[in-house]
């Protein structure tokens, strides 16, 4: 997992970094009218609003590699190890997910707002969609392929 800023983006060498930056470089906020975007290589990116709710649950992926960017308000995200998950939906390959509980003492709160990103692995267990108190957020997740 990695959380930064969305300027030092660039100092990162994960597989996609380049399409990402690129992506954001190329598009202000106001004019992202999509809700899903094709990049090169396979990256899409879709984009996704949240409102407050009381439920969430952890998702875990095998094909992608998920870059969260918060391009307005504020994100709470849980993460947690995979390995101190308990499957309780098992992996869809369709959706490229499969859901977990995670005990509260397991998991830790990311918060990211406005300008910042986390990139999360398959290892890695995420409980996203959580806005702050009760703020909405506006975020990109692009998902980048594992494999080409």
């Known amino acids: 997992m990695i959380v930064d800023k969305i300027g030092l983006l660039g100092t990162y060498a ?10 954001l470089l190329e598009h202000a906020p106001e004019t992202i009218t999509e809700k899903r975007y094709e990049l090169s290589n396979g990256i899409f990116v879709m984009v996704q609003e949240g409102v407050p709710r ?4 952890f998702e ?3 094909r992608y590699i ?6 307005a308000g504020n994100e709470k995200i849980f993460w947690a190890s995979l390995q101190d ?3 309780t939906v098992e992996y ?3 959706c490229d997910a499969a859901f977990y509980q995670v005990a ?11 300008g910042m990103f986390a990139v999360f692995g398959p290892q890695d267990l995420h409980a ?12 990109l997740v692009f998902k980048i392929p594992l494999k080409e």
Not at 14 to 23: A, D, H, L, P, T
Not at 54 to 57: A, G, T, V
Not at 104 to 114: G, M, N, P, R, S
Request: with cysteine; net charge negative; proline share 4%.
């Open 54 to 57: 009381e439920n969430y649950c």
């Open 104 to 114: 509260e003492e397991c998991a830790t709160d990311i918060h990211l707002f406005d």
């Open 85 to 87: 998950g308990n499957c």
């Open 14 to 23: 994960f597989k996609g970094c380049q399409v990402v930056e690129k992506f």
């Open 60 to 62: 875990a992926h095998r």
């Open 92 to 94: 869809d390959e369709k």
């Open 66 to 71: 998920d870059v969260q960017v918060v391009l």
């Open 128 to 139: 996203p969609l959580n806005p702050l108190g009760a703020n909405t957020f506006l975020k």
